[in-house]
């Protein structure tokens, strides 16, 4: 499986934009990059998942790199309600099915 | 549209106990996944349900089984439970198309092993 890179904690202001890191070197070409967030003691809850073009939701933007070895996750305008710990995996190819959860960022939102 | 449930919330065991838990896929998925998450981890990947039969495992013994039924439900059974068995365990939904595996989880069962 692919591993994927995350700092440990970020911070951001309420309103303002939060962008996400997540290296992921080992990518290969059938493996797709996919976000979750977890609220404490929630289910995690998907956000976002793209190939190697830039996606965009009602939730969040995912920017990949042309080389596809590390993506951006960006949430416009964040809230509080954001606060979450943010999980970065790749998965597809060989390990279709699973998805291999790391430690994962813990964005903090503050007013 | 009626997203993952999972029965029970919460559900307090002894050591050497079995225990099942349940879980209702999202309308039109087809696929379950099962994950355990320990206090301070992120989930680790059980295994997965595709058509009523198991569909890839992770590192978990056999003691860990599980079904899926032809309305694509499905248990997670453990048999004697031991105390490093408490954790949340989630159950995941989707529909398999072989490329993508979009999973949208449950809100989870607490289970406590004493």
């Known amino acids: 499986d692919a591993k994927t890179t995350q700092p440990t904690s970020m911070d951001c202001a309420e309103g303002r934009a939060a962008n996400l890191p997540c290296n992921h070197s080992t990518i290969s070409g059938n493996e797709y990059v996919y976000w979750y967030r977890q609220i404490h003691s929630q289910g995690p809850q998907y956000i976002i998942h793209g190939l190697k073009n830039n996606e965009t939701n009602e939730m969040a933007s995912l920017i990949i790199t042309e080389d596809r070895k590390s993506s951006t996750l960006i949430l416009p305008h964040a809230t509080l309600r954001d606060t979450a710990v943010y999980y970065c995996i790749v998965a597809g190819g060989t390990s279709y099915g699973k998805l291999t959860f790391g430690q994962g960022t813990i964005l903090t939102v503050h007013p | 549209e009626t997203g993952v449930t999972q029965s029970p919330t919460h559900l307090i065991k002894t050591r050497g106990q079995q225990v099942t838990l349940r879980c209702s896929s999202q309308?039109?998925?087809?696929?379950v996944s099962w994950y355990q998450q320990a206090l301070g981890q992120g989930p680790q990947f059980i295994f997965q349900?595709?058509?009523?039969?198991?569909?890839g495992r992770g590192n978990f013994p056999p003691r860990f089984s599980g079904l899926q039924f032809p309305n694509y439900s499905s248990e997670l059974n453990v048999n004697a439970l031991e105390l490093d068995d408490s954790a949340l365990y989630l159950c995941?939904?989707?529909?398999?198309?072989?490329?993508?595996?979009?999973?949208?989880f449950g809100p989870g069962t607490r289970l406590t092993v004493l």
């Open positions: 995941a939904s989707s529909l398999s198309d072989r490329r993508t595996d979009t999973q949208y």
């Open positions: 349900y595709y058509r009523e039969e198991e569909n």
């Open positions: 309308s039109g998925h087809n696929t």
